[in-house]
């Protein structure tokens, strides 16, 4: 990981996209990487008020990039859900399951990311082994292992083009960031 450079806004740090899902156009100006957790609510805050408007007011110039950080010391489910949620990539559902987790309809565990899975048409078998496998463990710790070294400590953390950003912050904050970002005021 690159040194952190100065900003108007305090630090720019190199954030890996790793190979993480994205939505958003991947030539987007602006790439904000998330660290997240899908049993931390004020995730579920960002995702369900702020994310949704920075799409309609950024649809070509913002890309999201989802990197997992779950609280396991606090979360029971968090490390089984973002695993489920790359098995759900895997058959190029990982947006649909991932929204699915946030709203945690049938809750988080074994039995509900099966219902889930179900939901949105996912081959179940493949599905369910690749679950059961943890097929996905080394890329939650990767992400995990990227979000340390970078001091992440809670969730959701974002980096705005490198710049971060701690906490369910209001999409006021989010706009500030990235209109003077785009108009070239951050150095």
């Known amino acids: 990981i690159a040194e952190p450079t100065s900003t108007a806004t305090g ?12 939505l958003g156009p991947a030539d987007a100006p ?21 994310w949704p408007r920075l799409q309609e007011e950024y649809p070509d110039q913002v ?42 309809e049938q809750g988080l565990g074994e039995e509900a990311f099966k219902q889930y899975a179900a939901e949105i048409g996912l081959d179940e078998t ?35 083009y490198g710049i971060p950003m701690i906490g369910a912050q209001p999409f006021e904050n989010f706009k500030d960031v990235i209109d003077r970002e785009l108009a070239g005021e951050i150095p």
């Open 30 to 50: 602006i790439t904000i990487v998330e660290f997240s957790d899908y049993e931390c609510p004020f995730c579920t805050k960002w995702h369900d008020e702020v």
């Open 63 to 104: 890309r999201l990039v989802y990197r997992d950080f779950p609280l396991y010391n606090i979360h029971g489910n968090a490390i089984p859900a973002a695993e489920a949620a790359n098995c759900a990539g895997e058959q190029n559902k990982y947006w649909e399951y991932h929204n699915l987790l946030f709203k945690a």
């Open 11 to 22: 630090t720019r740090f190199e954030v890996s996209v790793d190979d993480d899902p994205s």
């Open 126 to 160: 493949t599905f369910n082994e690749c679950l059961a496998s943890r097929s996905y463990q080394d890329e939650v710790d990767g992400d995990i292992q990227a979000a340390t070294e970078l001091n992440v400590r809670s969730t959701p953390t974002f980096y705005i």
